[in-house]
């Protein structure tokens, strides 16, 4: 060690701080002057500096600023002057060429045998040195054990990460077998931390952030399994351990060990999924089917969600596996599961029960999914026929058993007994398909199902028709308007009222055909008026929201108007509020197009619903319809005459039709045409009448005046 002519060091001191340096620099320093009384080898070379010409120096030639000289100095005696005896810390220093580099520092008193007072021994570590360095001990004691040879050959790497206050991060050692078995970059990993963290599985990496955010607030320990992407691009499994540490600069210093557990976590995951799923389908067993439905309902919650929780059976496997094998039975099995997966996505569970028999949750909003539509996915996946061999194909005959979450049942066993029983009810009767645990619901299934299937094959047979209501003007009871509303012919083998087949067609999404049917109709009525030189009034069409929301509405209504050669002025499309809500931007675009080719619109049922007047002033709107349950009202309510009154006079404002529904009386009339209403409808005038009886209409008008 060379040191100061001046000044000689009792053999303790020197030996003593010879065995706490290892290979690292070392200068012992006078206090409090802070000059540099004795140093190594090893601080010569770090620092740049010939033999001896550190001796004698103060240490701000070190320090990069006269700033940092200072602080450091603050910092280092308040630590010190309290009794630790020892100051860690991690500080950024300069070299004689005036080059700086990140360091540790670990500063501790010594008392000097033969000058009598303590004199500083500070030992600095270049963090910019080779990736083994090893890191300077907590509590440094003569003889400590080498890091890197105990650890090189550890399965993972051994490390040493440091986050200053500042929040700068460091890796200031490492070591292991690590990055020879994956062909890590140990060096690359040390100048730049994140490549670690980014490294790891997205999951993971947030994760960690979390723990090492929690591990240096409260000093807690790290325990954490975490996943690393390796150069070629596969996975492997982390365990990392460690304990953290605060500097007396306030850095945090995590030691530990980053085993790897790829092979563990493989044992693992293969024993859990032996324990909890199906060998022959891969989905889960009953056992995980009812922990995964638990989770279900704690996740959703019974207030916000209603669940259908089945058990479907497979008949006729007895038969399949006598005459086809065995093989050819689990391949019907796996190929029923697979659909059901499919058809229950991610908003359900699929398991396999026992034998032929599968577990199936479906969670849907209260308000926007039926029983037909869960009973329509439970049954979907049997439609097709399943082939089990190159040249056979058989049906799958299911039975399926329902309950309802929370009415059947809150609890995941209660359920699967509940649905238990409804599919031992639809394995008793042969021509049933299924059975509610409830049978009251079972037998409205049946009916609702009818009245769909009555419903489609009418539609599929054209047994709708438009019937027409007027509109009248209030002024001279001159026909300025008919309504399209559809009707059921009497043909229909089961004859349903629109109070029925309308809502029925919206839940099913029949709508949109039957919706298309009318208009096609209602067109060719248009033409055939039109070619008997009848001059016919704009007729109003009603379009449902889903009908509007079609992807091709826009250009399939121009095609219809294109092939039925009406003049498209003579058309007017009757929208509710409900049918711009979803995509105000793209309902307006639609509208402003159709507009140009001469489409007018009216806005049906408004002031019922939460009705917004920026929808009328933006949207291309002719016409405003005001509903029946405030017209049924005006004569007695003085509120529901003075909103119906304020409808038509912010109508009028904008230059709007005004046309009042549900018009029963003389004294309706009277009073609408007194508020300035333009035209009505409704039984006082006509009830919807068929095609041939509109004709009289067209040639004579209203025979009901109203006089003011």
């Not at 270049?126 to 907590?138: F, K, M, R, V």
């Not at 607030?217 to 499994?237: A, K, Q």
């Not at 037998?443 to 009418?458: C, V």
Request: charged letters at 25%; one cysteine or more.
């Amino acid at each position: 060690m060379t040191d100061s002519s001046s000044t000689a060091f009792s053999p303790a001191t020197v030996l003593q701080a010879a065995s706490l340096s290892g290979d690292h620099a070392i200068l012992l320093l006078d206090l409090p002057s802070r000059t540099i009384l004795a140093c190594n080898e090893a601080a010569e070379r770090v620092f740049g500096y010939g033999a001896g010409e550190l001796v004698g120096k103060d240490t701000r030639i070190l320090h990069v600023s006269d700033e940092h000289y200072r602080r450091f100095g603050e910092e280092s005696a308040r630590v010190l002057e309290n009794g630790s005896g020892s100051y860690h810390c991690h500080y950024w220093l300069k070299r004689r060429d005036g080059s700086t580099f990140a360091s540790e520092h670990l500063v501790r008193l010594i008392e000097d045998l033969l000058v009598g007072h303590m004199i500083a021994l500070s030992i600095v570590r270049d963090l910019t040195e080779s990736a083994c360095s090893e890191p300077l001990p907590d509590s440094p004691r003569p003889g400590d054990t080498p890091l890197h040879g105990m650890t090189r050959h550890l399965p993972g790497m051994a490390f040493q990460h440091v986050r200053t206050r500042e929040g700068v991060a460091r890796n200031t050692f490492l070591s292991g077998s690590l990055f020879k078995d994956y062909d890590l970059d140990m060096e690359a990993m040390l100048e730049d931390p994140a490549s670690f963290f980014d490294a790891l599985h997205p999951d993971d990496r947030s994760r960690l952030d979390r723990e090492m955010a929690r591990s240096a607030e409260d000093l807690s320990g790290l325990n954490i399994r975490v996943r690393l992407r390796i150069p070629s691009g596969e996975f492997i499994w982390l365990h990392i351990v460690s304990q953290p540490r605060r500097l007396d600069d306030d850095a945090v210093v995590w030691d530990g060990f980053a085993l790897d557990v790829t092979r563990e976590q493989e044992t693992e995951e293969r024993l859990h999924q032996l324990a909890t799923h199906d060998p022959l389908t891969g989905l889960p067993n009953p056992f995980q089917f009812v922990a995964l439905l638990d989770r279900m309902f704690r996740r959703r919650g019974a207030r916000e969600q209603r669940i259908a929780v089945a058990q479907i059976n497979l008949g006729r496997m007895v038969y399949i596996n006598e005459t086809y094998g065995f093989d050819a039975g689990d391949e019907l099995l796996r190929q029923a599961g697979a659909r059901l997966l499919a058809q229950a996505n991610s908003q359900g569970l699929v398991a396999r029960g026992h034998g032929n028999t599968f577990l199936v949750a479906l969670e849907a909003s209260m308000a926007d999914v039926t029983l037909t539509d869960i009973l329509r996915r439970l049954q979907a996946p049997f439609t097709d026929p399943f082939v089990i061999r190159d040249d056979v194909a058989v049906r799958g005959d299911a039975r399926i058993g329902l309950a309802l979450y929370p009415g059947d049942g809150q609890t995941a066993d209660s359920l699967l007994r509940a649905s238990g029983i409804a599919l031992d009810r639809a394995k008793r009767h042969p021509d049933r398909s299924y059975e509610f645990y409830a049978a009251e619901q079972g037998q409205d299934m049946r009916r609702r199902i009818r009245q769909e299937q009555a419903l489609h094959d009418a539609i599929d047979a054209g047994l709708f028709i438009p019937h027409f209501q007027p509109q009248v003007s209030l002024a001279d009871g001159s026909l300025v308007g008919l309504e399209a509303l559809a009707r059921c012919l009497d043909g229909n083998p089961t004859p349903l009222s629109p109070a029925e087949f309308i809502p029925l067609a919206e839940e099913t999404g029949l709508i949109v055909p039957l919706g298309q049917l009318i208009l096609e109709r209602v067109l060719t009525c248009i033409g055939e008026w039109t070619r008997a030189g009848l001059r016919v009034p704009p007729v109003a069409v009603n379009f449902s929201a889903r009908q509007f929301r079609q992807g091709d509405f826009e250009s399939g209504l121009r095609e219809t108007l294109s092939r039925s050669g009406v003049d498209p002025s003579t058309l007017v499309v009757e929208l509710t509020e409900s049918s711009l809500l979803q995509d105000f931007s793209k309902a307006e675009k639609t509208m402003r197009s159709l507009a140009e080719l001469g489409v007018r619109f009216a806005i049906d049922d408004f002031g019922t619903g939460f009705s917004s007047l920026s929808y009328l002033a933006r949207l291309p709107f002719h016409t405003l319809k005001i509903d029946r349950s405030f017209i049924s009202a005006i004569e007695q309510d003085v509120r529901q005459r003075a909103i119906t009154e304020a409808l038509i006079l912010m109508s009028r404002g904008l230059d709007l039709r005004v046309v009042a529904e549900g018009v029963e009386t003389e004294d309706q009339a009277r009073r609408l045409m007194g508020m300035g209403c333009h035209s009505a409808q409704g039984f006082f005038y006509a009830r919807p009448m068929p095609a041939e009886e509109v004709e009289d209409w067209l040639r004579n008008g209203s025979q009901k005046r109203v006089s003011a």
